[in-house]
Every structure is written in C-alpha cells, then in structure tokens.
C-alpha cells in the first residue's frame, strides 16, 4: 500500500510501543476505517483504536510560498493480545 509511507521511530514512539501502540505517516487522504482495514489484513492484528494527527504549519514568510502537508500521522492502539511483528515488545 503506497499510502503508508513509513513507521515513525522516535524516544516518544518507542516509548509508546510498550503500550501496544505503533506510529505510522500515512497519505492525508486516508481514513481511519481504510487504516484499520489495512492493517489488520496485513499483519493479522485486531486493532482497538486509532488517533490520527496533522502537524501544524510553521507560520509563511511573505516571500516564501506556503507549502500543504502531504501526509499524517496515525497512532495505532492494538488489542493486547496483539503485537506487530516489526518490533519486540518487552
């Protein structure tokens, strides 16, 4: 699937990993249904909630044009009998 672009690894997502949520950046035009689809035929989970987040925009200068955001950030909650096989969680 293209519109998933790649899994955030970051202090606060590995963090995050050990309450059974995962973080990825995802095409703007996705839903959290399509999302959730996705992601429990692909690595064969069941998914108990997703929060989805844009980052702000930095304020423009007036010289510069403004550019769009291209992309979101879906944090995926899985049931706890659950885990994606990418990571150990530990």
């Known amino acids: 699937m293209n519109e ?7 202090e606060k ?3 995050l990993l050990q309450k059974n949520q995962y973080t ?5 035009k ?9 992601i429990e ?7 108990k909630s997703i929060n989805s987040l844009r980052s702000p925009r930095k304020k423009s200068q007036k010289r510069l044009p403004q550019t769009s955001l291209n992309d979101k950030r879906m944090i ?6 659950y885990s994606i096989p990418l990571f150990i969680n530990e």
């Open 41 to 47: 035929r692909f690595f064969d989970v069941k998914v």
């Open 30 to 38: 996705l839903t959290k249904t399509k999302i959730k689809d996705w």
């Open 4 to 10: 998933i672009k790649n899994q955030i690894i970051t």
């Open 24 to 28: 990825f950046n995802v095409d703007s």
């Open 13 to 15: 997502t590995i963090r």
């Open 76 to 81: 995926i909650t899985l049931k706890p009998e």
